[in-house]
Structure formats: structure tokens, C-alpha cells
């Protein structure tokens, strides 16, 4: 098998593209390095430099590496930037995937991986959350992914295509400092951004109804992650027609303030963070039910929050996400709740 990664030089994108090279699978890598890295890329892979906007490009880039299933990372993720730049979402996450699915169906590949996010459930009702829970994305971000699945599912129903969409919870972590998230709009960036400016990291709200008054989210390892798109195309290399939607995260969560202590142990740094108010749209809980992608894929995460934040910290200090991280500064905190 054959896998053309979409965002294969981005954060995410290089895991799994790494993990499928592991796996035994051939990788080709799709990405306009807007965002991504081609150092990421390794050497091995082909890597064609282009937007999955330009359907010309992107059956040029299927066809010319025989290419028999799609992994499509490539998307816009930040919520906050997605409230300011809607229209510039919708196009790059819902055309872009209507523009893979169109390249897709003219050149007769017909399995695709989607990287769908836990942003579509927007504030949940229950702590822990299935597949079958409603989708009711907050944020212009959560219902491009939305948009996004209900597309593949037409074109698998439709077109007999095999296709399964994961959806992220809170992806943290690198296999490999090299690899570490250089996008620092998140909470483990933003704090180990606070500790190197001797700052105080912040906490958007104490006062929610959970075991200690802060937020609690289901921390997932990127390496995690990306092993369980490896058990998604195993999934679909031998398989039919299927349309499959599957939660990725631990099972279990942490709060905000169990992070930072975690934080505190590994660096050696005082994490005693300054209370924000809360940022407009967070649930006080978001945490997966992950038992259908053990039932169907036969994965589960393996790395636990120490690992998480070991292998974070270690990313934070070799890369050089520190000039492009947002200082931390209350003033910036604005309606979303979300730094500028
Ligand atoms: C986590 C918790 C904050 C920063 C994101 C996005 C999206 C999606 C999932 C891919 C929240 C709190 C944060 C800080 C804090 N990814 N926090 N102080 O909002 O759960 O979801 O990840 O699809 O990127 O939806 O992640 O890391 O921003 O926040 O207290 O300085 O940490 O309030 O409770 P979030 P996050």
C-alpha cells in the first residue's frame, strides 16, 4: 500500500507519517508548507509541495506514485483563528477536502484516513463522551471537521469508498524533539512559554464543577495518535466499502491544574499559575470514549501524562517555538477568551 499523507510535514503529519513508514507502508507527502516543515519529511519520502485546493495537483500527485489510500491531515486548526478568519477555514479544511475527495474519485483511490477533532462535539454533555454523542461544534474550526466527515460519508456511500475520520482529543508531546508542536496556541506550549519567561502560567477558570474547579481534558501522545492511523489503514487495506467514525484519546482525563503539577515535577520549575477567568466556549469536561477504537482498530494509548510532558518539555527546549509562542499577557485575552 501506497499512502499519500496530506500535511505529512506538519506536527501531527510527521508522526504518523513516521509510524507508517514503521508499518511497512509506502508514504508520499502532500503539504504547501504554510505551515509544515520539509526537514520533517524524511529523506526517503517523496515530498510534492502543494495545496490539496489544486485538484490538478493532487490527482498529479496520486497517479505519479501509484497511490491506493489517502491519510488527509492537511487543514487549519487553530479555534481562535477560525472565529477572526472563518471563510479562510471553510475553504482550506471543507474545499480542500471536497478538492481531495473529487482528485480521489477521478483517479479511483478509494481509502482515506480523515483527521477529524473532538472540537465537533463542542461542549458536551456528559464528561465522557462517544461516537453516537451529538455534534454540536462552538467554533467555525469544529464545524469545518463536521462538514468535513458528513463529505466523506456522502462520497464513501455514494462512490463505495473505504474511509474512516478519527477524532482528536487534546494531541500533545513528540517522538522526537525535532517533531515538537512549534503552533504554541495550546496549553502545554503556552505554559512552558510562561516558565521560560519567568512568568506565571495562566488558568482560564477555577470555578468549574470538576474535582479540583479546572478544566479537564483527555491528553492523547502525538505517537499514540499516529499509531492509531497506522491501525486505521491496516483497517482499510483489507477492507470494503465502510464508513467509520472513531474518538482517539486516552479514556481518561486530566485537569488543568493536574497538568501543571505534572509540569512542575518534570521541569523543577513552580507552575503556580494565575487565575484568568474562563475562556467563553471551554466544557468543563471533554474526555473520549475510546472503546470503539479498541473494539475496531485494536489500538489503544500506550504513553501516559508524564510521557506526555517528558517528551513535550524535551520538544520545547531543543526546537525554537519560543520567538514564535504568544507571550502570555492578560490584557491579550479576548472575547473568545483566547490570546491573540
Ligand atoms: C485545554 C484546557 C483551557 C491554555 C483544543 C482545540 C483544538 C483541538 C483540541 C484539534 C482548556 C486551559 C489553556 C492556558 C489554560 N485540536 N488552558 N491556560 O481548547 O481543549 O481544545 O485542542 O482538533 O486545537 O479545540 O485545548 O490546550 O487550548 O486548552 O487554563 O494558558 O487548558 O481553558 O480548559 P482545547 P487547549
Known amino acids: 500500500m501506497t499512502w499519500l499523507v496530506t500535511g505529512?510535514?506538519?506536527?501531527?503529519?510527521?508522526?504518523?507519517?513516521?509510524s507508517?513508514?514503521?508499518?511497512?507502508?509506502?508514504?508520499v507527502v502532500l503539504d504547501d508548507l504554510s505551515t509544515g516543515d520539509a526537514d520533517r519529511v524524511p529523506s526517503s519520502v517523496p515530498l510534492v509541495q502543494g495545496s490539496v485546493l489544486d485538484g490538478a495537483g493532487v490527482r498529479a500527485a496520486l497517479r505519479g506514485s501509484a497511490v491506493t489510500g489517502v491519510v488527509h491531515l492537511a487543514a487549519k486548526k487553530s479555534v481562535a483563528e477560525s472565529v477572526a478568519q472563518p471563510l479562510h477555514y471553510h475553504r482550506e479544511n471543507v474545499v480542500g477536502t471536497l478538492t481531495l475527495l473529487d482528485a480521489m474519485a477521478a483517479e479511483g483511490v478509494s481509502r482515506l484516513v480523515f483527521s477529524s477533532s473532538a472540537a465537533v462535539y463542542g461542549s458536551p454533555d456528559d464528561d465522557s463522551v462517544g461516537e453516537d454523542a451529538p455534534a454540536r461544534p462552538q467554533s467555525p474550526y469544529g464545524r469545518t471537521k463536521l462538514m468535513s466527515e458528513w463529505m466523506v460519508e456522502d462520497a464513501a456511500e455514494a462512490?463505495?469508498?473505504?474511509?474512516v475520520c478519527l477524532r482528536y482529543f487534546n494531541v500533545v508531546g513528540c517522538a522526537d524533539p525535532e517533531l515538537a508542536d512549534t503552533g504554541g496556541t495550546n496549553l502545554f506550549p503556552l505554559v512552558f512559554r510562561a516558565l521560560a519567561a519567568g512568568e506565571r502560567p495562566v488558568v482560564f477558570g477555577d470555578d468549574y464543577p470538576t474535582r479540583d474547579g479546572t478544566c479537564v481534558r483527555d491528553y492523547i501522545h502525538v505517537q499514540d495518535l499516529a499509531e492509531a492511523h497506522v491501525a486505521a489503514a491496516r483497517l482499510l487495506d483489507t477492507s470494503g466499502p465502510r464508513h467509520e467514525v472513531v474518538n482517539i484519546g486516552c479514556?481518561?482525563?486530566y485537569t488543568v491544574r493536574e497538568v501543571l503539577t505534572t509540569i512542575g515535577r518534570v521541569t523543577g520549575r513552580d507552575t503556580t499559575p494565575a487565575i484568568l477567568p474562563r475562556r467563553p466556549g471551554d466544557p468543563a469536561g471533554m474526555v473520549a470514549d475510546a472503546s470503539l477504537a479498541r473494539r475496531l482498530l485494536g489500538w489503544t494509548a500506550q504513553r501516559d501524562l508524564t510521557a506526555m510532558v517528558e517528551s513535550a518539555w524535551d520538544g520545547a527546549q531543543r526546537s525554537a517555538p519560543w520567538s514564535r509562542v504568544p507571550t502570555v499577557r492578560t490584557d491579550d485575552?479576548?472575547?473568545?477568551?483566547?490570546l491573540t
Do not use: K, M
Not at 462512490?159 to 474511509?163: E, I, K, M, V
Open 251 to 253: 479514556g481518561r482525563g
Open 333 to 338: 485575552v479576548h472575547e473568545w477568551g483566547l
Open 159 to 163: 462512490l463505495g469508498l473505504a474511509t
Open 20 to 27: 507508517l513508514i514503521d508499518a511497512g507502508q509506502g508514504v
Open 8 to 18: 505529512g510535514a506538519g506536527y501531527i503529519g510527521s508522526h504518523v507519517v513516521r
